[in-house]
T-cell receptor, first 112, second 116 residues
Framework: DGGITQSPKYLFRKEGQNVTLSCEQN?????MYWYRQDPGQGLRLIYY???????QKGDIAEGYSVSREKKESFPLTVTSAQKNPTAFYLC???????????FGQGTRLTVV | QQQVKQSPQSLIVQKGGISIINCAYE??????FPWYQQFPGKGPALLIA?????SEKKEGRFTISFNKSAKQFSLHIMDSQPGDSATYFC???????????????FGKGTKLSVKP
């Protein structure tokens, strides 16, 4: 089945540790995105990538890093510099022409 | 100029009633307006979308109404059902003529509860 797979579904980390969230897609989409969702805040863009080996900062990139070494994969690292990392993280992809974004099922990160 | 304002924040409707969610945007260059539906613990899924060359688009019980001059668009859910209970997000972006010009700007969401 085609789609976007995020793993893990739940992630717990201690404060000060870096953590990497996985996102894989088999839709052959060029563009991939990471969003952060907090209650009452909607979806805020962290990073996006239009092609392999290229990515751009979104609205709230501070404390996050990404890589795009393969078309299918767009991992997100939440670094210790992110002041409030506990949130629901969503990965999405779309064809080059942005007509529809497909979302993964999300990863809920809790930092204690 | 990049904001999309969505209202109401929450909505309670009786089964069989009409649910109406409104969004307003500022950037007149936006040319693609999708609505997403999200169930708890899941990722959003595209529900319906509209381009500004039409004033209304209907898919089953879901209708988007678009008012270009007012820079507003709304989602109407007819004959609302308990299974429609979810959070709904409007969004806007600029697609242009030949490629992605920007990214989806989302509203803050409306939590819809349909009572049986």
């Amino acid at each position: 089945d085609g789609g976007i797979t995020q793993s893990p579904k739940y992630l717990f980390r201690k404060e000060g540790q870096n953590v990497t969230l996985s996102c894989e897609q088999n839709l052959n989409h060029d563009a991939m995105y990471w969003y952060r969702q907090d209650p009452g805040q909607g979806l805020r863009l962290i990073y996006y990538s239009q092609i392999v080996n290229d990515f751009q900062k979104g609205d709230i990139a501070e404390g996050y890093s990404v890589s795009r070494e393969k078309k299918e994969s767009f991992p997100l690292t939440v670094t210790s510099a992110q002041k409030n990392p506990t949130a629901f993280y969503l990965c999405a992809s779309s064809p080059t022409v942005y007509t529809e974004a497909f979302f993964g099922q999300g990863t809920r990160l809790t930092v204690v | 100029q990049q904001q999309v304002k969505q209202s109401p924040q929450s909505l309670i409707v009786q089964k069989g009633g009409i649910s109406i969610i409104n969004c307003a945007y500022e950037n007149t260059a936006f040319d693609y307006f999708p609505w997403y539906q999200q169930f708890p613990g899941k990722g959003p899924a595209l529900l319906i979308a509209i381009r500004p060359d039409v004033s209304e688009k209907k898919e089953g019980r879901f209708t988007i109404s678009f008012n270009k001059s007012a820079k507003q668009f709304s989602l109407h859910i007819m004959d609302s059902q308990p299974g429609d209970s979810a959070t709904y997000f409007c969004a806007a972006t600029l697609i242009g003529d030949g490629g992605s010009q920007g990214n989806l700007i989302f509203g803050k969401g409306t939590k819809l509860s349909v009572k049986p």
